[in-house]
């Protein structure tokens, strides 16, 4: 069991609400951080703080190694090559980058090189239904933006992906497919196998949304084969406002940039510019160093915790979770049954009859219980799966089985505390 | 009573079940106004049509779908404000903002008389994640004010 790692994270020994012990069920959302983050940023502005490749002078030096060593470690949790990870603001912006660089190698911006990424017009886009909206709609824009017609691949009653359309709706005009790599919702993990060898059967580029699974799996992009992946550092134990883009060398060094600035260029004049290869290329202007260097801390810690364990512990408590919920009366379960021995994530969105989401999250917030209330960022699913919003407990590292009980027993009460019968109507 | 059961008052779980002026109607008055407001924290929404007719409001219905503390909002709102005049309106959208705004404590009497049923979302006020549900309604009812054109000098007087 990995239980015994709480004491690393300080802030899971706070109170909740009305001085309950602090069930954190939200991390699906946010990730707490281990003292080893905290203390990673911490030193770096105690010790190190200097120019990242801006210096000759030792703390300058200093900080650049910090900051490459980050890049390095972050590379190694997900399989990569430290020049294949570009840092991000967070994981939308890495999408953005992805989806504005196609769209300005479409207007001729980044020459030659940029050319292979051009789309326009009898082109299409590929996106699944089940897509966080941060992977939606970079798309829907780029469509509008070149002319090129956005299709998808649909989803079953409980979020499956409908892989066998997928001949039909990726096919020879599909330039892109976008896709996540499990849903923040229905916490299904999708065959992206399946996806990326038919991108690659029509020479498509693919897009991987990583968020919810690079803090939760072993995570291996270049075996893979995915062309560029998207995943946040505050999800996976490390800090807000840094996120990681992964692409394949050839394809990060045509593909142009998006945000123009400082220590990016190979050459100016008063009318033209190239570009460095990757990263450099995307990196305008001062990065978020201390960020960087804690996100490399945090995959430092969940590489040394090993990402198999991580994602043994997960599995086993999602189902508990699902079992639990699915077997409230009064409660749906939105996703695969917690029985099904699918591969899921540790979390479980449901809706209660009767109580909307938001009610719901305040009656377990009233006994310390932090879940997610609402979309998730993913409208066209819920609506898919026919309701507006739902409520969402989800696990990390540091959840235990004892947490996930207390959430059933608070979640078996709220009907009644609205007054519901206990039995479905 | 706990801060929760303060929240989700008697009058309020009424409202949220058996709510008022819910569902569209053509608006009475000269000046018709429609309002679309969501809550992005949540996907809460509201859609509120409002009639004027001189200086007071002669219709308001609307559909939406949320939490209970926002649906029962627009429905306290509706019984408060049809038949009153655009001056005790703002007088009581005033009111309302400020309850929300006093972190849970009672209001005074001449408080509780200007809002009636709708002093209950006093615990809301505690809650500071939930304020924008218990708006929801209002924000839409000055929305649709502002595009019912109504001449400034009824609005304000």
């Known amino acids: ?425 | 009573m706990s801060a929760l059961e303060q929240m989700y008052q008697q009058v309020i779980m009424d409202h949220a079940k058996q709510a008022h002026g819910r569902g569209l109607e053509p608006a009475e008055g000269a000046h018709v106004g429609e309002s679309f407001q969501v809550n992005t924290t949540c996907g809460d929404e509201v859609r509120l049509r409002v009639g004027v007719d001189g200086d007071r409001i002669a219709s308001l219905t609307w559909e939406g779908q949320g939490c209970s503390i926002s649906q029962a909002s627009v429905s306290v709102l509706h019984d408060l404000v049809v038949g009153s005049t655009l001056t005790d309106t703002h007088a009581a959208e005033a009111a309302f903002l400020a309850l929300m705004q006093a972190r849970g404590e009672e209001p005074d009497a001449a408080t509780e008389d200007l809002l009636g049923d709708a002093t209950a979302f006093v615990g809301i006020g505690r809650y500071p994640a939930r304020i924008k549900c218990a708006l929801l309604g209002w924000m839409a009812l000055k929305d649709a004010l502002i595009q019912a054109d109504v001449p400034p000098e009824r609005r304000d007087s």
Not at chain 1, 239 to 266: C, D, M, Q
């Open chain 1, 1 to 425: 069991m990995l239980t015994d790692l709480r004491a690393d994270f300080p802030a899971l020994a706070r109170e909740g609400r009305n001085g309950r012990p602090l069930v954190y069920l939200d991390s699906g959302a946010t990730s707490h951080k281990p003292a080893q983050v905290l203390q990673a940023e911490a030193d770096f502005y105690r010790f190190s703080n200097g120019a990242v490749g801006r210096g000759a002078h030792l703390l300058a030096e200093e900080a650049t190694e910090a900051f490459e060593g980050a890049r390095a470690a972050v590379a190694g949790f997900v399989g990569a090559g430290p020049d294949q990870i570009v840092w991000a603001e967070n994981a939308t912006a890495a999408l953005n980058l992805v989806a504005s660089g196609i769209g300005n190698a479409s207007q001729g911006v980044g020459g030659d090189a940029g050319k292979r990424f051009a789309i326009g017009e009898g082109d299409e886009i590929v996106v699944t239904e089940s897509e966080h909206h941060a992977n939606l709609i970079p798309w829907q824009i780029l469509a509008r933006r070149t002319g090129a017609t956005l299709r998808w691949i649909g989803v079953d009653d409980d979020g499956r992906l409908d892989l066998g359309s997928l001949a039909d709706v990726v096919g020879e005009r599909t330039r892109v497919v976008a896709f996540q790599h499990a849903s923040n919702v229905t916490g299904i993990i999708h065959d992206v196998e399946a996806i990326i060898a038919r991108a690659r059967e029509v020479g498509a580029l693919t897009v991987m949304d990583a968020c919810q699974t690079a803090p939760h799996l072993p995570l291996d992009l270049a075996a893979l084969g995915v062309d560029f992946a998207a995943f946040s550092g505050h999800k996976m134990l490390g800090p807000t406002g840094i996120g990681a883009l992964y692409g394949r060398t050839e394809l990060l060094n045509a593909l142009p940039p998006s945000v123009f600035g400082g220590s990016t260029v190979k050459t100016v004049t008063m009318t033209e510019t190239t570009w460095l290869d990757a990263p450099q290329r995307f990196e305008a202007g001062s990065q978020p160093v201390a960020q960087a260097i804690g996100m490399g801390a945090a995959a430092r810690y969940l590489g040394a915790l090993g990402m198999d364990r991580v994602a043994a512990h997960e599995r086993a408590l999602g189902e508990r979770l699902r079992r639990g919920v699915e077997a409230i009366d009064g409660v749906r379960l939105l996703g695969p049954s917690g029985t099904s021995g699918e591969n899921v994530l540790g979390l479980a969105a449901f809706v209660v009859d009767g109580v909307h989401p938001h009610d719901v999250g305040q009656v377990l917030d009233d006994a310390g219980i932090a879940v997610r209330v609402g979309h998730h960022c993913a409208q066209p699913l819920h609506r898919r799966l026919g309701v507006p919003s739902s409520t969402r407990a989800s696990t990390h590292v540091y959840t235990t089985e004892a947490e996930v009980d207390t959430f059933l027993a608070s979640l078996r009460g709220v009907r009644s505390f609205f007054r519901l019968s206990a039995v479905t109507a």
